[in-house]
Each structure stands twice: as structure tokens, then as C-alpha cells.
């Protein structure tokens, strides 16, 4: 069996890091953290012969990663989403000044 020595735990890496990891570029969505995720995944357990229980770990923190991105992506998608909003209240503010 290859011994891999991977650092598996989520919190020893930033979102900078995972994304990496699973080789997304800039404008990811949904689909690209899931095919990044399996991409990832079948590199692994083709080029290492593991046993059940390190594939499970490997598994795990996959999942766990693509649960983090997909937190992330929300989170961005919503500050995108509240800046407009915000930005069209400023306009409509500007232009109900301007018509008083």
C-alpha cells in the first residue's frame, strides 16, 4: 500500500488553499466544486493503492470541502447580492432627492 501523508484536516487550510486543491479557477460555480471534487478524488485512488479506511478519510474530507466551497460561494453570492441592492437604494435615494 502507497502511503500517503496527507493533511486531511478541513481547518488547516483556507478557502484559497481548497480551491486549489480541487484546481478551480476564479468564476467557479456548483458544478465545477463537484467535478473538481471527483477529479481530485479519482487521481488519488488511481495512482495509490489505499485501504477502505483511508479512502473513507479521503472521502470525508472531499465532502467536507465541497460542503465548505459551496458555504463559501453563498456567502459571496450574497454580499454580491446585498451591494447592489444597496447601490440601487443609494441611486433611488439620489434620485428622490433630486425631484424634492
Not at 460555480?29 to 477529479?39: R, V
Request: glycine share 0%.
Amino acid at each position: 500500500m502507497a502511503d500517503l501523508n496527507l493533511d486531511l484536516n478541513l481547518n488547516h487550510y483556507t478557502i484559497d488553499e481548497l480551491e486549489d486543491i480541487l484546481n478551480l479557477n476564479n468564476e467557479y460555480n456548483y458544478k465545477d466544486i463537484q467535478e473538481g471534487s471527483i477529479t481530485v478524488k479519482n487521481k488519488i485512488f488511481s495512482v495509490a493503492s489505499l485501504d477502505e479506511f483511508k479512502k473513507n478519510e479521503i472521502d470525508r474530507f472531499l465532502n467536507d470541502t465541497v460542503s465548505r466551497l459551496e458555504r463559501n460561494f453563498i456567502n459571496n453570492s450574497l454580499t454580491l447580492i446585498d451591494k447592489k441592492i444597496n447601490n440601487i437604494l443609494i441611486i433611488l435615494q439620489n434620485n428622490k432627492k433630486k425631484d424634492e
